[in-house]
């Protein structure tokens, strides 16, 4: 069965660049969830998608931004890139407005030199 | 906004014996709760969740029971393999309305020892 594509795989950017992860939900989903995992840390919620308007806000910081569009594809846009931003960016689908089901891509390893 | 607390953070059992992970949560109006399995680099697999209209769910060796009045919810992994060595979250959510994000655990690194 199809799965989230995440792209690209492994990024690395210098500090103060921009950098855009692309994410292709599962066929069908209208929904996109996207985390920032740290490492030995748990996944935390940036920001969410129902039908291309923004669902939900959660930790996401100004410098980001991000989008889905009419195919459902989504990005995120990452400015003024920090060190701190160093972490794997998933990107998660669901079918529907509940907030259930949500199956996460293999994610993108974001690297701030 | 929703906190939630994971235990143990580390659990080391024998092959074939069972393993409990417990979590609490503090947003009432929480409704959804999922646990995902993550391998190291890999991403979070889905493996069970339950709703709050529900008290216990089971699938094989794995349950996962519900108590809403407590605010607790925990996941039972019975005859434990090697292959069950991950790092287990477990999440929740209020599936309502909107598209919410999922509120994680700190993880439970369980081991399993041959």
């Known amino acids: 069965a199809a799965g989230v594509i995440q792209s690209p795989r492994h990024l690395i950017k210098e500090k103060r660049e921009t950098a855009t992860l692309k994410c292709y939900p599962i066929?069908?989903?209208?929904?996109v969830y996207w985390y920032q995992q740290g490492p030995g840390q748990d996944p935390q919620f940036l920001i969410s998608f129902y039908e291309k308007m923004q669902s939900d806000k959660g930790s996401i910081p100004d410098r980001f931004s991000a989008q889905q569009f009419s195919d459902y594809h989504s990005e995120l846009n990452m400015s003024s890139l920090e060190l701190g931003d160093s972490a794997l960016y998933f990107c998660?689908?669901?079918?529907?407005?509940?907030?259930?089901?949500?199956?996460f891509g293999a994610g993108t390893r974001l690297s701030v030199l | 906004g929703e906190n939630v607390e994971q235990h143990p953070s580390t659990l080391s059992v024998q092959e074939g014996d069972s393993a409990v992970i417990k979590c609490t949560y503090s947003?009432?109006?929480?409704?959804?709760f999922p646990w995902y399995k993550q391998e190291l680099g890999k991403r979070p697999q889905l493996i069970i969740d339950?709703?709050?209209?529900?008290g216990e769910k089971k699938d094989q060796r794995i349950a996962v029971t519900l108590n809403k009045t407590a605010k607790h919810f925990s996941l039972h992994i019975t005859e434990t393999q090697p292959e069950d060595s991950a790092v287990y979250f477990c999440?929740?959510?209020?599936?309502?309305?909107?598209?919410?994000?999922?509120?994680f655990g700190k993880g439970t690194h369980l081991i399993i020892q041959p």
């Open positions: 339950i709703r709050s209209n529900v």
């Open positions: 999440a929740a959510s209020f599936s309502g309305g909107g598209a919410d994000g999922l509120t």
């Open positions: 947003d009432s109006a929480s409704n959804y």
């Open positions: 066929p069908r989903h209208d929904t």
């Open positions: 998660a689908s669901s079918l529907g407005l509940r907030a259930q089901n949500q199956y």
